[in-house]
């Protein structure tokens, strides 16, 4: 191997290749840089799955040493090596995009090239010395990309979706505060844009919450099928180099070095080509993305104005809002909350056509599938936060205007069928929309109802004890 200060020279199926002296990458990672520059978004920009390839590589090694397909003295420097990266050390050797061909075999050559590497570096041994820890022969014994690889982004979805998660449920109980805040404070509610009956604003805001609170559940459930791994089945499913007993051990591993319960797929070879548990996932977070935009929808809507709007809730002020309309402030939070929710529906199209495009016995296409999920789990995160600190916790009401709302709309109207029927209400509301006239004053003067029995009937607050659910 030739080296001097600033390279050392590595060689492959493809030749002799340039490698930085101070890398712990090799020469297939190498490759993978000089060949991918495509999203700009790296390995090393998704820490997890850093640690989930490396928790992987560890336990590979421990149960082919247990097993005797590895020496145990290799095997415990590659366990060394990978907890250094479960650490945090070496992150910025994982630096290929994520955006790549060969199915994520450019990624699981890096993972086994950088703890090669470190693996020697432990041992006494130069960085590419690799007769003494081999990158293919020791790191990846009894593996393949189509194992090692599906294995480590389950996994590192898996925790990643912890933290988004944690995200929903404080955005939850965020909502919930403002749904007791507002309890008694009466609106008007709409369909179709178009006024219907009296709600509060707490019932609005509790419908909020209790539709994203549905979400925990439906996420956590796609997610935990994620812990269903392929590890022993190697290329294709047929487990071809990997021991007897390897799958099992390696899996049982897993679980053993992270504290989360991995589960053998009973069927290796339908597993190793079936992307059918990221479709899944990724549809979780599209129906969180899809409720999530609609309240912001509402939220923008019942912001707008402030004169000429609906004007029933303040949105906290985060920016100017023009550069040529003096005093403008747009629902920026919202807005961008929205734009996220857009993403994470359009990875999730590109997530199903990507599952959809594997082909016999292996999805080639995994690292956009990849590559999207953990962009929309990272982006729905870090949106729920900045929504429930910059918009949803500072919101006001302007309960005057909205009840005054209430008192001069048609739609109260649906209150007095039962007492005048339909017939006659439709009269009643058709009478004050062209006359400008109240509803009470209307009924009244037709002799439908006493001016107390009215009063009683449309007193907001009445309708709404009156059906209490």
Request: charged share 20%; glycine share 6%.
């Amino acid at each position: 191997m030739e080296q001097n200060e600033k390279y050392r020279v590595e060689s492959d199926l493809l030749g002799e290749l340039q490698v930085p002296a101070d890398a712990y990458y090799g020469v297939q990672t190498q490759r993978a840089i000089n060949n991918y520059r495509i999203s700009n978004t790296k390995m090393c920009d998704y820490p997890q799955f850093i640690m989930a390839i490396a928790y992987v590589k560890k336990a590979a090694a421990a149960a082919n040493a247990e097993l005797g397909a590895l020496d145990k003295n290799i095997a415990d420097h590659i366990c060394q090596a990978a907890d250094d990266i479960i650490g945090g050390k070496l992150w910025d050797n994982f630096c290929i995009d994520m955006v790549q061909g060969g199915a994520g075999t450019s990624v699981n050559m890096n993972a086994n090239e950088v703890i090669a590497n470190r693996a020697l570096e432990l041992m006494g041994y130069e960085k590419g010395d690799y007769v003494h820890c081999y990158p293919n022969d020791h790191v990846n014994c009894g593996q393949s990309t189509n194992d090692a690889y599906p294995t480590s982004l389950r996994y590192a979805a898996y925790r990643m979706n912890k933290d988004l998660l944690k995200s929903l449920k404080a955005l939850v109980d965020c909502l919930r505060v403002k749904a007791n805040e507002f309890k008694d404070a009466v609106k008007m509610g709409r369909t179709q844009l178009q006024d219907a009956v009296p709600m509060t604003s707490g019932q609005e805001f509790a419908a909020f919450a209790n539709t994203l609170e549905d979400e925990l559940e439906y996420i956590e459930y796609n997610a935990k099928k994620l812990l269903t791994i392929n590890m022993g089945a190697t290329a294709i499913g047929t487990g071809l180099n990997a021991v007897p007993g390897y799958a099992d051990l390696v899996t049982e591993y897993l679980t053993k070095f992270t504290g989360d319960k991995f589960v053998k797929a009973k069927d290796m070879i339908a597993a190793t080509p079936d992307t059918g548990d990221y479709v899944s996932y990724s549809g979780a977070l599209k129906r969180l993305a899809v409720k999530l935009s609609k309240i912001c929808n509402d939220l923008r809507l019942m912001a707008s104005g402030p004169r000429c709007g609906l004007y029933e809730i303040n949105l906290p002020p985060m920016a100017p809002g023009s550069s040529i309309m003096p005093g403008k402030v747009n629902p920026v939070i919202p807005e961008v909350t929205n734009q996220v929710c857009f993403k994470v529906i359009g990875n999730d199209m590109a997530i199903t056509m990507a599952a959809e495009a594997g082909q016999l016995q292996l999805n080639v296409m995994e690292p956009v599938i990849v590559e999207c999920m953990f962009e929309s789990i990272t982006w729905m995160t870090n949106v729920m936060n900045t929504f429930r600190e910059k918009c949803v916790s500072g919101i006001t009401l302007n309960e005057k205007h909205n009840l005054d709302m209430v008192k001069h709309s048609i739609g109260i109207v649906t209150a007095l069928n039962p007492y005048i029927g339909y017939k006659n209400s439709t009269k009643v509301a058709k009478e004050a929309l062209e006359t400008g006239k109240s509803l009470h004053e209307i009924v009244v003067e037709k002799n439908l109802m006493s001016a107390e029995e009215v009063d009683k009937i449309l007193d907001p607050k009445a309708m709404l004890q009156s059906h209490n659910l």
